[in-house]
């Protein structure tokens, strides 16, 4: 159970093993746990049960393995076969990951990039976030 701030801290605490990509590489995923550990003061309890992978997808390689019972990572990085997705994390102690889109002011093809970005926020674009697990917004 993954609903509440207190069920994360309590399945987190009953795992053995806890994978998750490595913040300190700059992993986007990695940071937000970290910082979640951090939110919950969980980080050096759970510490010897930690698992830094190089990425999501390798972090849900070692749950599909058995090699740790618990992972987390970005939705869309949770394809291997034999892993349960439990679902996003509690926003109020991992807040989701926006993206956000810009046209660079020395652009020589502003309208292109307008309306690559008009697209990409679109209702159909949004069919294919959500064929990889993304949310989109609208």
Do not use: C, W
């Amino acid at each position: 159970d993954i609903s509440t701030p207190e069920a994360v801290t309590k399945t987190l605490r009953a795992a053995k093993a806890i994978a998750f990509p490595n913040g300190a590489t700059g992993a986007t995923a990695g940071v937000t746990f970290d910082a979640m550990l951090d939110k919950l003061s969980l980080g050096q309890e759970l510490a010897p049960k930690l698992k830094r992978a190089a990425g999501g997808a390798a972090a849900m390689a070692m749950v599909a393995k058995g090699d740790v019972d618990f992972g987390a990572t970005f939705l869309s990085e949770m394809t291997d076969p034999g892993i349960t997705i439990l679902g996003p994390l509690p926003a109020s102690i991992a807040p989701p990951t926006l993206e956000v889109a810009f046209v660079s002011a020395h652009t020589a093809h502003t309208q292109t990039a307008k309306d690559l970005i008009a697209f990409l926020s679109s209702a159909k674009a949004a069919e294919a976030y959500k064929a990889f697990h993304m949310i989109p917004l609208h």
